[in-house]
């Protein structure tokens, strides 16, 4: 299961840092991406990062302000957010990748957090 936190209301240029917290099961060995949706549009890649490396990829909308690392001692994913727009606000997913194919394609993931709400105010 994943649990994912840290959202919140921000102004815009703010930060925040979210969390997913991982129980039942050590995802260390997996890829780990925050993707996030906006009301109406698709669910779309934000970040990742892979469990072998540890190496990053962004889209190119959050790439040099968001940050997404992860610490399996504790098993939880980050992703902090710095510079946030108002088109950035949307609900915010963890998921995990068991297939660790380091993939920004939202079917390829397998577990899924249950979402955390980010909001920009201009």
């Known amino acids: 299961q994943l649990q994912a936190s840290g959202g919140g209301l921000v102004q815009a240029g703010g930060s925040l840092r979210l969390s997913c917290a991982a129980s039942?099961?050590?995802?260390?060995?997996?890829?780990m991406a925050w993707f996030r949706q906006a009301p109406g549009k698709e669910r779309d890649f934000v970040a990742l990062?892979?469990?072998?490396?540890?190496?990053?990829y962004y889209s190119e909308s959050v790439r040099d302000r968001f940050t997404i690392t992860r610490d399996n001692a504790k098993n939880t994913l980050y992703l902090q957010m710095n510079s946030l727009k108002p088109e950035d606000a949307a609900v915010y997913y963890c998921?995990?990748?068991?297939?660790?194919?380091?993939?920004?394609?939202?079917?390829?993931?397998?577990?899924w957090g249950q979402g955390t709400q980010v909001t920009v105010s201009s």
């Open positions: 990062i892979t469990w072998r490396y540890g190496r990053t």
């Open positions: 998921a995990v990748d068991i297939e660790s194919g380091g993939s920004n394609w939202s079917g390829a993931y397998e577990y």
């Open positions: 039942g099961r050590a995802f260390r060995t997996y890829d």
